[in-house]
């Protein structure tokens, strides 16, 4: 099993900054690809950013391409998603996920994704 945490949510204006972290431990954390999504009120969950176990790749959404970044430190066990530029839009509840390194599941599924923080929450207010 492999736990998740995230912090680093809250309140902002628009065009502001966030970063999120997400403490992982359970497991050699180096195994896991990992990913953000986000949940709105009312609408599915969906996804944000991922990173592959070795750092050197990562996806994006179209919505967030250019002002979001994510990144991972493996000696830390943490993923981190810089976000600037903000927007009322980006407000939702954000999750950390974890999936296994091997297989070839897709990174923009939820459905990949093995281990689920229980998330924080970002207000971009305008």
């Known amino acids: 099993q492999v736990q998740l945490v995230e912090s680093g949510g809250g309140l902002v204006q628009a065009g502001g900054s966030l970063r999120l972290s997400c403490a992982a431990s359970?497991?050699?954390?180096?195994?896991?690809?990992m990913g953000w999504f986000r949940q709105a009120p009312g609408k599915e969950r969906e996804f944000v950013a991922a990173?592959?176990?070795?750092?050197?790749?990562?996806y994006y959404a179209d919505s967030v391409k250019g002002r979001f970044t994510i990144s991972r430190d493996n000696a830390k066990n943490t993923v981190y998603l810089q976000m600037n530029k903000l927007k009322p839009e980006d407000t939702a509840v954000y999750y950390c996920?974890?999936?296994?390194?091997?297989?070839?599941?897709?990174?923009?599924?939820?459905?990949?994704?093995?281990?689920w923080g229980q998330g924080t929450q970002v207000t971009v207010s305008s």
């Open positions: 996920a974890g999936k296994s390194r091997w297989g070839l599941s897709s990174e923009v599924e939820v459905s990949s994704y093995n281990y």
């Open positions: 359970g497991r050699t954390f180096s195994n896991y690809d």
């Open positions: 990173i592959k176990w070795t750092g050197g790749s990562t």
